[in-house]
């Protein structure tokens, strides 16, 4: 696009819309929708094309491989999201090194509890732990290392056979037989604050975390790692993606203070709820597939109907923003918050939350308010863990509200 634009047509070809490509330049069409093996495009990206593109350079062989895709699918054409590509972004001008985080620096910032229930993988830092929630004492029986680059995001695939982390520019997909990084997908500059498998554990979705540039949702086949196309999903970093149980439907929440869903794969846009006042920083979809649930900075959980996209209740029962929601059943939540306390809500009762677990003061005694809570999971036992600023991961019954452990121990 930066050499074929309006204002920079190289060889008479402006690749600033889809006609435009499609009439082409001196030597014709840039594309054929449907056959990328008579497309000229891709005849000029082999390393001994004449004329080659770019011409001072060669693209990887997954760059060109998703654009032989692309096209083969008949090119559809997104003009916001090339503009948007194309436009120069801050973080990325500059190459960035990480240094060590500092030595008292290791905030949970995500749990994922295996689809098995016998593992729970916590973001703490830069390492992800696991431990073995099958075992009394649930021990650590992997340590899993990002070195300098906070973990942020979390997502097993639907086998357990393979973990995922997004951070600082990457997203590392680990096995979790021989506990070894599999791949490390390269992606644009930002945080990766959201990610997901589909139901077949084919494709991993990415959410795009920097802000004040378009919010994308990126994909890759999986195992291969080879990208699949991108759509623009908000107007600011998009801080959480969930995929209903069917496999279906694609819910995303942004710092644009909206929540979209989406049809998978062809990442149709199906509805845009608006109502948050500021950013929206969770949204989960219920097991039964009839309610979208949404939080964030303005304290409030909004239920919404998915088939009418309409809001149905709201839920002002937090004394500080919501970082984390999911869904315990059809008609409980469970959020955690920045006032360090996490809490279960029912969409029958929106006066109060039902359950509260708030850790004690450390030391015993202590004035100082809890540490920010940033992520909670939940077991299909009741088992509650929440992830805090401080390190710690609190694990609480939900029967009796009692306080089983902190880990690591």
């Not at 920079?8 to 840039?30: C, F, I, N, V, Y």
């Not at 449907?34 to 593109?53: F, V, W, Y």
């Not at 060669?58 to 008949?74: R, Y």
């Not at 970082?323 to 315990?328: A, G, K, R, S, V």
């Amino acid at each position: 696009y930066t050499c074929h634009n309006p204002d920079k047509q190289k060889g008479g070809l402006t690749l600033s819309t889809r006609r435009s490509a499609l009439d082409g330049g001196d030597d014709g069409p840039a594309f054929l929708p449907g056959n990328a093996a008579k497309s000229p495009i891709i005849a000029a990206l082999t390393p001994d094309a004449d004329p080659h593109m770019p011409p001072k350079k060669q693209l990887t062989a997954s760059d060109i491989t998703a654009l032989t895709t692309w096209i083969n699918a008949g090119a559809s054409w997104d003009e916001k999201l090339l503009i948007a590509s194309a436009a120069p972004r801050p973080a990325a001008s500059r190459a960035i090194v990480l240094r060590p985080l500092p030595r008292t620096y290791h905030p949970v910032m995500a749990l994922a509890i295996s689809p098995d229930q016998k593992r729970l993988a916590a973001a703490r830092g830069d390492h992800i732990l696991i431990f073995d929630l099958s075992a009394k004492d649930r021990p650590l029986i992997t340590d899993l290392a990002t070195p300098h680059d906070l973990v942020q995001s979390l997502a097993w695939s639907p086998d357990g056979a393979l973990l995922a982390s997004g951070g600082f520019r990457h997203i590392r997909l680990f096995d979790l037989k021989s506990s070894a990084p599999l791949r490390d997908l390269t992606t644009p500059p930002g945080r990766v604050i959201a990610l997901a498998f589909s139901l077949d554990g084919a494709t991993l979705y990415a959410g795009d975390g920097e802000p004040g540039l378009p919010g994308l949702i990126r994909a890759w086949r999986i195992p291969s790692g080879d990208p699949l196309p991108t759509w623009t999903a908000h107007a600011d970093a998009v801080s959480s993606i969930k995929i209903s149980l069917d496999g279906k439907l694609l819910a995303s929440a942004g710092a644009d203070k909206l929540v979209k869903t989406w049809s998978l794969p062809d990442a149709r846009e199906l509805a845009k709820f608006e109502g948050h006042i500021a950013q929206v920083m969770a949204v989960a979809l219920s097991p039964d597939g009839l309610h979208l649930a949404s939080a964030g900075a303005d304290r409030e959980i909004k239920i919404w109907d998915l088939k009418t996209h309409d809001q149905t209740t709201s839920l002002i029962t937090n004394s500080a923003g919501v970082t984390d929601l999911t869904w315990i059943d059809d008609k409980r939540l469970l959020t955690a918050c920045e006032d360090g306390v996490a809490r279960i809500s029912s969409i029958e009762n929106k006066d109060r939350p039902e359950k509260s677990f708030a850790a004690p003061p450390d030391p015993p005694g202590a004035p100082d308010p809890p540490d920010v809570l940033y992520t909670a999971a939940i077991a299909k036992d009741g088992t509650v863990f929440v992830g805090s600023h401080d390190g710690s991961i609190y694990v609480w019954s939900s029967t009796n509200n009692k306080l089983e452990a902190k880990l690591p121990p």
